[in-house]
């Protein structure tokens, strides 16, 4: 093999590479937010789950990409771990979509693909059709790549040295850890399925090695989720953990049928005789289906078995519960008018408070950077905050088909703005830790007098919090000349303090970041309070 030829085999993959990721890109936005949104929805349903998977696995032509949309949305709270399984199984078959297409000998036509997909997304201006473009012009590529690769490899059948060293994969152990360390490094089972078969195609592998290699490369598919988990929190790690669990079941469960039945094998090279790629393309296909439908029922254990691995913290228990609705978990559309509107009032207050307990932990944090923990809990609490303002405000919508009087869809409608109110507090909790992280990283501080009139700052708006949520609650009006007393107080330092922060800096007093963040942090605590006052007065209707 010369050197043109090494070179001819590496251009052959990296076009092949390259058009996948364009064809998966085009894709993905030609589907938009779509494919987002039907992953969010997925329900307990394992066989819609697994459904949901196939389907948009062979959308954007990527299990990797599905498996991390997949670890991003069970990380934030969106989809529990046994839905993730179903998912995760629906995309180890989706992607053998890619092999049954390049199964096909379309690469005579593949300069036509490739001048049609150029026109589409160069010269019209519609952006669907740009997309579609894409998906065509990475049709073409992936062929022409195919092409390249089979030339260049076709000169290896030639070699002796070449056909020995191949012979090694006969063994089956041997075959699928070549599998899996050529898919971990190329992070593509898709891709690697694809070599293989253009490698069978110029016998220089037969069937029985493809089987091996196909084995092996399910496991090394899991190697781009596990290495996108590593920056995610434990429940993003228990995702990939039940994706490599599952392919470790499936790749075992495999070896053994096709070692101790190996007239499965003939069966399926029957389906398509004399025509090696599409064989290894119905290997890869059947075992995917036969590895679901056989472990499936076994999710459960499955989404333990990584629980196991990685047990439940304390603080992550205390998300968890969090993170259920507690009070209108039950309420449905037969439920009780007054008793659902009460339900909905003790759901909104739960909200109210978590964020308010989070609101101390930033300032907590602000005052004494160097606790860590604290900064992962504010973000941690934060993704709950944000959940339950989904899901709150998706039951609380849900309330107006029942039979409220004028003055409960009153009501109604404000508490969709409280929970809008009570995320934003949220927000200003999250962006009071970010301004602890800067002056812990740039080693700047404020001054003695500033800290303490943040101190005094912090301590009125968190009692404004709090009443606010009492007033909400209980509908306590009579206390509204009490918190708006507090809240003026609060608007009064906001003003002042920051003018007393110029003359220290026109003194020389404080650091100019630390100015900066000083005046930054009583903008937002300033705002805290105004929440606060948007949902102590959110009840108040004009005939009270």
Request: charged share 20%.
């Amino acid at each position: 093999m010369t050197i043109f030829n090494v070179m001819s085999f590496l251009g052959g993959v990296g076009l092949f590479l390259y058009g996948m990721t364009i064809m998966s890109s085009g894709l993905r936005n030609a589907a938009g937010d779509k494919l987002r949104t039907i992953l969010e929805k997925v329900a307990g349903n394992r066989v819609l789950a697994i459904v949901i998977g196939i389907v948009v696995t062979v959308l954007i032509q990527s299990s990797s990409a599905t498996d991390m949309m997949v670890i991003g949305f069970v990380d934030s709270g969106l989809m529990n771990l046994l839905q993730a399984v179903g998912v995760i199984m629906g995309a180890n078959i989706g992607t053998t979509v890619t092999a049954q297409i390049t199964a096909f000998d379309l690469v005579s036509f593949a300069p036509f693909i490739l001048f049609l997909g150029c026109v589409m997304a160069v010269f019209m201006k519609k952006a669907m059709v740009q997309h579609i473009g894409r998906i065509i012009l990475g049709f073409g590529m992936l062929f022409v790549g195919i092409g390249i690769l089979k030339a260049a490899i076709a000169p290896l059948s030639q070699s002796r040295e070449f056909v020995d060293a191949l012979s090694l994969l006969s063994n089956p152990a041997a075959g699928i850890l070549f599998g899996f360390l050529f898919t971990s490094l190329l992070q593509s089972s898709s891709s690697s399925i694809v070599i293989f078969q253009a490698f069978a195609f110029e016998g220089l592998l037969t069937y029985e090695q493809c089987v091996f290699l196909i084995i092996g490369a399910a496991v090394g598919s899991v190697t781009p989720n596990l290495l996108a988990s590593l920056t995610t929190g434990r429940n993003g790690k228990r995702t990939a953990l039940l994706n490599l669990y599952f392919n470790l079941l499936r790749a075992i469960l495999l070896t053994v049928i096709v070692l101790l039945c190996p007239v499965v094998l003939e069966w399926i090279k029957g389906l398509s005789p004399n025509d090696i790629a599409r064989q290894v393309a119905n290997t890869h296909t059947i075992f995917a289906i036969f590895a679901v439908g056989v472990i499936a029922p076994f999710s459960s254990l499955l989404v333990k078995l990584a629980q196991k691995t990685l047990p439940m913290l304390p603080a992550e228990m205390q998300a968890l519960e969090d993170r259920r609705l507690k009070y209108l978990a039950h309420v449905g559309p037969r439920s009780i008018p007054a008793v659902a509107m009460r339900q909905a009032s003790l759901e909104v207050t739960r909200m109210g408070r978590i964020t308010r307990e989070n609101l101390e932990t930033a300032l907590t944090y602000f005052f004494d950077p160097s606790q860590q923990a604290l900064f992962d809990k504010v973000e941690e609490t934060e993704e709950t905050i944000d959940f339950l303002n989904k899901v709150i405000e998706d039951k609380l919508v849900e309330l107006r088909g029942l039979s409220l009087s004028d003055r409960d869809v009153f009501r109604l409608s404000r508490m969709v703005l409280v929970v809008s109110n009570i995320e934003r507090i949220g927000d200003y909790a999250e962006n009071i830790i970010e301004f602890g992280e800067r002056m812990k990283n740039a080693k700047v501080s404020i001054s003695p007098d500033a800290e303490k009139e943040l101190r005094t700052m912090r301590d009125a708006v968190l009692q404004t919090v709090d009443l606010a949520l009492e007033i909400f609650e209980g509908e306590r009006f009579d206390r509204l000349p009490e918190i708006e007393a507090i809240e003026d107080r609060v608007d009064y330092m906001a003003e002042h303090y920051v003018q007393n922060h110029v003359e220290r800096l026109m003194q020389g007093v404080c650091d100019p970041l630390g100015g900066v963040i000083f005046a930054d942090m009583c903008t937002n605590l300033e705002r805290c309070s105004d929440q606060a006052i948007n949902i102590a007065t959110s009840l108040l209707h004009k005939e009270d």
